[in-house]
């Protein structure tokens, strides 16, 4: 009894003795695989394939191009791009040519030949010049050839449709700028023989998700800077990479969250990882020894960090702003929170311990909340998910097995939630509620945080009477906001911060003090209104008055165009109409008596109009900068104020 073998797998013969019965089995040899004599190609590669059934081939390789293009070992013929304009350098058997141009090509799949013709020589293609192809909206691929070492600044920079891009395992070095802002490029392999990535060379290549670096490289300074959907890079572990220079390799890298560095990297250089907001941990080889400045600075979802134990450098600002940052500390840096120490690591770490001395006091849950416990009981201090619409758990299971269901939420917690647009609460939270996706405190009586990403209209409820400080902080898609007639503050300058599409605000009946300061941030603002019964302050036309109308506060700063400054107006404030560069034209009543600062950087400013006579014009008190209340850098763009009775001149300083 047989089962015969078979092309990659072995075969069995069953004996059977015919006198006594006895059984045994031998296991035949597997057959080889055949594979067909004839070799198969693409533009690339060349191989033989199986001819037994399996999907195998043999011989795989890289073409080699002799001067004819033509692959010396499996007779493909390139099919190259033809057009493009060369520049030959060196002289004799150093002659060589680089690519200078698109030349008449045009093709959008570009193939450059390993040779090419110049002055009549046949030459090889060794450099893609500087600005080759800069600019060029048209190609949407390149193969570049073995044989090309090096491609020079700028050389495909903003070709903003290039997909792909096939590199040459010949390639050492790739200069500045050479791919910056070609949005549309996809994951690429760079070749294991490259040597150096310089400044900016892939900078905001916004389609790339993942990059390895070759084991040989030894410069990646500021390579992948602002790449925003970058989210996986990789070391490979090798010996002989030592520490490569990533200073600013990564920084603006907004979406990155996986980081495999080598074992054998002693130096983080300075803003390696700067801003890299979707960072929330990475493992530091042993063998590092220095930290250097910025590092890791506004890593603002950086959680927890390792410190390994041979770390004996951390410079200025490694780590500001990772306010969230659980450290265990295996180094023989005394390293105590709170304290302005080590870059920023120890002023803004929750909670550092050390092999000897602590524990870690941070759980974050499975979907993403992140707690601290101290003395004073738990606290949410951030949340690192990636939903949008959330909804604050009743309690969480610590990492020490405690049910925990009362916290606080920090005021930060959610200042780096940029796509958040709600936070919901259950009912059965002991401290918070939430209305239409906006977060209070149980009794709704103090606003706690509006999502970052809500878009349009924001209005607070009646019975809301307080704001926490960052409660709007980076609400850019809000264009409006409405203060409810229970609030009776608006005392903190930084309230609106990074508020930069708002462009109305609506001031409640109950409020009766403003930092006028909180307007300065919302740099779109385009109207003011103040509900009716307010006993405090006044609009007209969108510009923020006193209650009586005879002071003007505040100018938003999207108002422009011809501005009235109604009659029984007194007073322009301290400051004034200063810095509008909007405002073409500007009326003043006679009942004014103090200018201010006037129109000073009123840059737009045309015509100045007083409603009143030159003599009334005259005791109008003025604030001048440089002698003229018009005046910015040198300049004095309106030369006279028309009055009833005629016109004064504005003197030059």
Known sequence: METPSGCGTTGTVKYICNVCGYQKTETTPAGTHTFDTEWSSDATNHWHEATCGHDLVAEQGKHEWNEQNVCSVCGYKMQYTEGLEYEKSGQGDNAELSVKSIGSATDTELVIPAYAEADGETLPVTMVGKNAFLKNQSITSVVIPDGVTIIYDRAFNQCKNLVKIVFPDTLKEIKREAFAYCEALQNFELPQSLLSLRTWSFMNCNSLTSVTIPSKVQYVTSAFANCSSLKTVAFPESDTIGSPDISAAFEGCSALQSVTLPEGMTIINDSAFRRCESLTSIDLPDALTTIESDAFAYCSRLITITLPAGVTTIEDGAFDACSILEVFNKSALKIVAGESTFGGIAA??????????????????????????????????????????????????????????????????????????AINVLQDNTNYSSQNGVLYDKRGSTLVRVPMGMEGDYVMPDDCRYLESTAFYNCEKLTSVTFGNSLTELSD??????????????????????????????ENLSEIIVSDGNKNYASVDGLLYDKDVTE??????????????????????????????????????????????????????????????????????????NGNPTWAEGLWYVSEVVCSDGSVEIPYA
């Open 348 to 421: 803004n770490a929750v909670n550092v311990y050390t092999p000897s001395s602590g524990s870690s006091v941070m759980t974050t849950t499975a979907d993403g909340f992140v707690f601290i416990k101290a003395s004073s009981g738990w606290t949410m201090t951030g949340y690192i998910g990636e939903q949008q619409q959330i909804t604050l758990p009743s309690s969480f299971l610590s990492n020490d097995g405690e049910t925990v269901t009362s916290y606080t939420v920090r005021s930060d917690a959610f200042d780096q939630c940029k796509d958040l647009t």
């Open 493 to 522: 300058a930084e309230c609106l911060t990074g508020c930069y599409g708002l462009e109305t605000i609506t001031i409640g009946s109950g409020v009766t003090e403003i930092n006028l300061g909180i307007f300065d941030n919302a």
């Open 552 to 625: 003007l506060l505040y100018l938003p700063w999207e108002k422009g165009g011809e501005l009235v400054i109604p009659n029984g107006v007194m007073s322009l404030g301290n400051l004034g109409l200063r810095e509008n560069n909007r405002i073409t034209s500007v009326s003043l009543p006679s009942s004014l008596t103090y200018l201010g600062y006037g129109f000073y950087y009123c840059t737009g400013l045309e015509k100045i109009e007083f409603r009143g006579t030159v003599e009334q014009w005259e005791k109008v008190k003025k604030t001048y900068v």
